[in-house]
Protein backbone atom coordinates (compact mmCIF):
# COMPACT_ATOMS: atom_id res chain seq x y z
CA UNK A 1 0.00 0.00 0.00
CA UNK A 2 1.30 3.59 -0.76
CA UNK A 3 -0.31 6.76 0.77
CA UNK A 4 1.78 9.20 -1.90
CA UNK A 5 3.12 8.89 -5.45
CA UNK A 6 7.37 8.38 -6.05
CA UNK A 7 7.90 7.29 -2.24
CA UNK A 8 11.32 5.47 -1.18
CA UNK A 9 11.59 1.44 -2.42
CA UNK A 10 11.57 -1.31 0.89
CA UNK A 11 15.29 -1.43 -0.40
CA UNK A 12 15.81 2.65 0.27
CA UNK A 13 13.77 2.81 3.29
CA UNK A 14 15.35 0.23 4.71
CA UNK A 15 19.47 1.16 3.90
CA UNK A 16 20.06 2.79 6.99
CA UNK A 17 19.80 -0.82 8.75
CA UNK A 18 21.50 -2.93 5.63
CA UNK A 19 23.95 -3.15 8.25
CA UNK A 20 21.95 -5.14 10.85
CA UNK A 21 20.00 -7.22 8.49
CA UNK A 22 23.00 -8.72 6.63
CA UNK A 23 23.90 -11.71 9.17
CA UNK A 24 20.10 -12.95 8.86
CA UNK A 25 20.56 -13.81 5.11
CA UNK A 26 17.29 -13.06 3.86
CA UNK A 27 17.81 -14.41 0.89
CA UNK A 28 18.34 -18.20 1.66
CA UNK A 29 15.10 -17.64 3.80
CA UNK A 30 12.04 -20.41 3.50
CA UNK A 31 8.52 -20.24 4.01
CA UNK A 32 7.82 -21.58 7.05
CA UNK A 33 3.79 -23.15 6.85
CA UNK A 34 1.44 -20.86 4.47
CA UNK A 35 0.17 -17.21 4.85
CA UNK A 36 -2.10 -16.39 7.67
CA UNK A 37 -4.81 -13.88 7.20
CA UNK A 38 -5.73 -12.60 10.38
CA UNK A 39 -9.08 -9.93 10.03
CA UNK A 40 -9.07 -7.22 12.68
CA UNK A 41 -12.20 -4.84 13.74
CA UNK A 42 -9.96 -2.08 13.84
CA UNK A 43 -8.54 0.97 11.42
CA UNK A 44 -5.35 -0.38 10.19
CA UNK A 45 -3.60 3.00 11.22
CA UNK A 46 -4.73 1.07 14.61
CA UNK A 47 -2.72 -1.74 13.84
CA UNK A 48 0.12 0.44 12.60
CA UNK A 49 0.30 2.60 16.15
CA UNK A 50 -0.20 -0.79 18.29
CA UNK A 51 3.08 -2.60 16.53
CA UNK A 52 5.24 1.02 17.03
CA UNK A 53 3.96 2.26 20.34
CA UNK A 54 7.10 1.60 22.92
CA UNK A 55 5.40 2.09 26.20
CA UNK A 56 2.50 -0.63 25.77
CA UNK A 57 5.05 -3.23 26.64
CA UNK A 58 5.29 -3.38 30.36
CA UNK A 59 1.76 -2.32 30.67
CA UNK A 60 0.30 -5.24 27.57
CA UNK A 61 2.84 -7.52 27.55
CA UNK A 62 4.03 -8.82 30.89
CA UNK A 63 5.61 -12.14 28.73
CA UNK A 64 7.74 -9.43 27.03
CA UNK A 65 8.74 -7.85 29.92
CA UNK A 66 9.78 -11.01 31.34
CA UNK A 67 12.13 -11.48 28.70
CA UNK A 68 13.56 -8.24 28.10
CA UNK A 69 13.73 -6.42 31.59
CA UNK A 70 13.68 -3.11 30.78
CA UNK A 71 15.88 -3.28 27.75
CA UNK A 72 13.19 -2.52 24.98
CA UNK A 73 13.99 0.17 23.25
CA UNK A 74 12.68 2.38 20.08
CA UNK A 75 14.24 4.11 17.58
CA UNK A 76 12.06 6.58 13.95
CA UNK A 77 14.57 6.81 10.93
CA UNK A 78 12.88 8.80 7.79
CA UNK A 79 10.53 5.46 6.95
CA UNK A 80 11.55 2.98 9.55
CA UNK A 81 10.91 2.19 12.88
CA UNK A 82 12.80 0.21 15.00
CA UNK A 83 11.95 -1.45 18.15
CA UNK A 84 14.37 -4.12 20.02
CA UNK A 85 14.92 -6.43 23.11
CA UNK A 86 17.55 -8.68 24.18
CA UNK A 87 16.92 -11.53 26.13
CA UNK A 88 18.17 -11.26 29.53
CA UNK A 89 19.69 -13.93 31.88
CA UNK A 90 17.09 -14.32 34.60
CA UNK A 91 14.83 -17.56 33.76
CA UNK A 92 11.17 -16.82 33.14
CA UNK A 93 8.66 -18.02 35.11
CA UNK A 94 6.32 -18.82 32.40
CA UNK A 95 7.17 -22.11 30.84
CA UNK A 96 7.08 -21.57 27.26
CA UNK A 97 9.36 -18.38 27.90
CA UNK A 98 11.52 -20.32 30.29
CA UNK A 99 12.34 -23.30 27.63
CA UNK A 100 12.79 -20.75 24.59
CA UNK A 101 15.59 -19.34 27.01
CA UNK A 102 17.37 -22.54 27.76
CA UNK A 103 16.84 -23.86 24.39
CA UNK A 104 17.48 -21.45 21.43
CA UNK A 105 20.95 -22.48 20.14
CA UNK A 106 23.77 -20.65 18.90
CA UNK A 107 23.25 -19.54 15.07
CA UNK A 108 26.75 -19.63 13.21
CA UNK A 109 25.91 -16.71 10.88
CA UNK A 110 25.03 -14.46 13.49
CA UNK A 111 27.39 -11.91 15.57
CA UNK A 112 27.79 -12.71 19.05
CA UNK A 113 25.21 -9.38 19.98
CA UNK A 114 22.30 -11.25 18.26
CA UNK A 115 22.38 -14.47 19.43
CA UNK A 116 19.95 -13.41 21.89
CA UNK A 117 18.09 -10.58 20.62
CA UNK A 118 14.58 -9.63 18.85
CA UNK A 119 14.39 -6.61 16.80
CA UNK A 120 11.15 -5.45 14.71
CA UNK A 121 11.14 -3.57 12.18
CA UNK A 122 7.99 -1.15 10.71
CA UNK A 123 8.16 0.53 7.23
CA UNK A 124 5.97 3.54 6.59
CA UNK A 125 3.02 3.02 6.10
CA UNK A 126 1.99 -0.44 6.87
CA UNK A 127 4.77 -3.58 6.54
CA UNK A 128 6.84 -5.15 9.29
CA UNK A 129 9.83 -7.26 10.12
CA UNK A 130 9.86 -9.27 13.37
CA UNK A 131 13.14 -10.57 13.33
CA UNK A 132 14.36 -13.37 15.81
CA UNK A 133 17.67 -15.42 16.09
CA UNK A 134 15.57 -18.67 14.56
CA UNK A 135 13.36 -17.27 12.33
CA UNK A 136 11.95 -13.93 10.79
CA UNK A 137 8.42 -12.97 10.36
CA UNK A 138 6.74 -11.21 7.86
CA UNK A 139 3.58 -9.04 8.22
CA UNK A 140 1.46 -6.17 6.51
CA UNK A 141 -1.96 -4.47 7.84
CA UNK A 142 -3.96 -4.48 4.49
CA UNK A 143 -7.12 -1.52 5.11
CA UNK A 144 -10.46 -3.52 4.31
CA UNK A 145 -12.58 -0.29 5.18
CA UNK A 146 -12.21 2.38 7.79
CA UNK A 147 -12.90 0.00 10.73
CA UNK A 148 -11.88 -3.63 8.86
CA UNK A 149 -8.09 -4.47 8.60
CA UNK A 150 -6.63 -7.71 7.09
CA UNK A 151 -2.86 -8.77 8.89
CA UNK A 152 -1.34 -10.56 6.11
CA UNK A 153 1.49 -12.79 7.69
CA UNK A 154 3.93 -15.54 7.22
CA UNK A 155 7.33 -16.93 8.90
CA UNK A 156 10.89 -17.58 7.31
CA UNK A 157 13.27 -19.76 8.27
CA UNK A 158 16.84 -20.83 6.99
CA UNK A 159 17.12 -24.33 7.18
CA UNK A 160 18.27 -26.14 10.46
CA UNK A 161 17.33 -29.22 11.76
CA UNK A 162 18.50 -29.40 15.16
CA UNK A 163 16.04 -30.54 17.28
CA UNK A 164 16.59 -27.41 19.87
CA UNK A 165 15.96 -25.03 17.16
CA UNK A 166 12.98 -26.77 16.24
CA UNK A 167 11.87 -26.81 19.77
CA UNK A 168 13.07 -22.74 20.09
CA UNK A 169 10.56 -22.11 16.84
CA UNK A 170 7.38 -24.07 18.32
CA UNK A 171 7.90 -21.79 22.04
CA UNK A 172 8.55 -18.48 19.71
CA UNK A 173 5.03 -19.44 18.00
CA UNK A 174 3.73 -20.16 21.31
CA UNK A 175 5.04 -16.65 23.22
CA UNK A 176 3.93 -14.57 20.55
CA UNK A 177 0.49 -16.18 19.60
CA UNK A 178 0.21 -14.59 23.43
CA UNK A 179 1.61 -11.60 22.78
CA UNK A 180 -1.37 -11.38 19.47
CA UNK A 181 -4.08 -12.10 22.11
CA UNK A 182 -2.82 -8.82 24.32
CA UNK A 183 -2.27 -6.84 21.20
CA UNK A 184 -5.71 -7.80 18.93
CA UNK A 185 -7.66 -7.29 23.03
CA UNK A 186 -6.08 -4.08 22.97
CA UNK A 187 -6.12 -3.06 19.82
CA UNK A 188 -10.50 -3.64 19.84
CA UNK A 189 -10.37 -1.37 23.03
CA UNK A 190 -8.78 1.46 21.52
CA UNK A 191 -11.30 1.31 18.26
CA UNK A 192 -14.19 1.11 20.63
CA UNK A 193 -12.86 4.47 22.02
CA UNK A 194 -12.62 6.19 19.34
CA UNK A 195 -16.00 5.46 17.99
CA UNK A 196 -16.90 7.14 21.39
CA UNK A 197 -18.66 10.43 20.76
CA UNK A 198 -16.74 11.64 23.68
CA UNK A 199 -13.57 10.85 22.12
CA UNK A 200 -10.70 13.22 20.97
CA UNK A 201 -7.03 13.74 20.04
CA UNK A 202 -4.62 13.53 23.19
CA UNK A 203 -0.78 14.06 23.47
CA UNK A 204 1.71 11.88 22.32
CA UNK A 205 4.76 11.05 24.85
CA UNK A 206 7.89 12.75 23.84
CA UNK A 207 9.67 9.12 23.94
CA UNK A 208 7.55 7.87 21.13
CA UNK A 209 9.62 8.66 18.85
CA UNK A 210 7.61 6.30 16.59
CA UNK A 211 4.25 7.39 17.05
CA UNK A 212 5.07 10.68 16.41
CA UNK A 213 6.99 10.63 13.37
CA UNK A 214 4.24 7.74 11.58
CA UNK A 215 1.73 10.84 12.77
CA UNK A 216 3.61 13.77 11.32
CA UNK A 217 4.18 11.86 8.15
CA UNK A 218 -0.28 11.00 8.18
CA UNK A 219 -1.18 14.95 8.94
CA UNK A 220 1.08 16.21 6.07
CA UNK A 221 -0.34 13.85 3.76
CA UNK A 222 -4.22 14.13 5.05
CA UNK A 223 -4.63 17.57 6.89
CA UNK A 224 -8.13 16.13 8.44
CA UNK A 225 -5.81 13.65 10.76
CA UNK A 226 -5.06 17.15 12.69
CA UNK A 227 -8.42 17.77 13.69
CA UNK A 228 -9.81 16.90 17.08
CA UNK A 229 -13.44 15.54 15.79
CA UNK A 230 -14.13 13.52 12.72
CA UNK A 231 -14.72 15.42 9.68
CA UNK A 232 -18.17 15.59 7.61
CA UNK A 233 -19.08 12.90 5.94
CA UNK A 234 -17.52 12.32 2.12
CA UNK A 235 -14.11 13.68 2.99
CA UNK A 236 -12.30 11.36 1.82
CA UNK A 237 -14.01 11.22 -1.45
CA UNK A 238 -11.67 14.17 -2.50
CA UNK A 239 -9.24 13.48 -4.82
CA UNK A 240 -5.81 12.46 -3.44
CA UNK A 241 -7.06 10.87 -0.29
CA UNK A 242 -7.30 6.90 -0.21
CA UNK A 243 -10.54 5.70 0.52
CA UNK A 244 -9.51 3.71 3.97
CA UNK A 245 -7.67 6.41 5.15
Known sequence: MRLENGGPSVAEMM?????????????????????????RAVNWKNVADN???????????????????????IEANDHVDKMWGGLIERESVNLSERLYQRLLPPVAHLPPERQRLW?????????????????????????????????REIAYVLPDDRREMKAARYLNWRINRQVNREDTALIARVQQGMASSSYTVGPLGTSEVCLRSFARKLRALIPEARLHHPPAPGWSRRPGIHAHA
Open 51 to 73: YSDGLHIPVAHPGLTRLFGRGYA
Open 15 to 39: APYDHEVAPYRFEDLQALGRVVMRP
Open 119 to 151: TYFKLWPNVAFDIYPDQVDFMQFLPVSPTQTLI
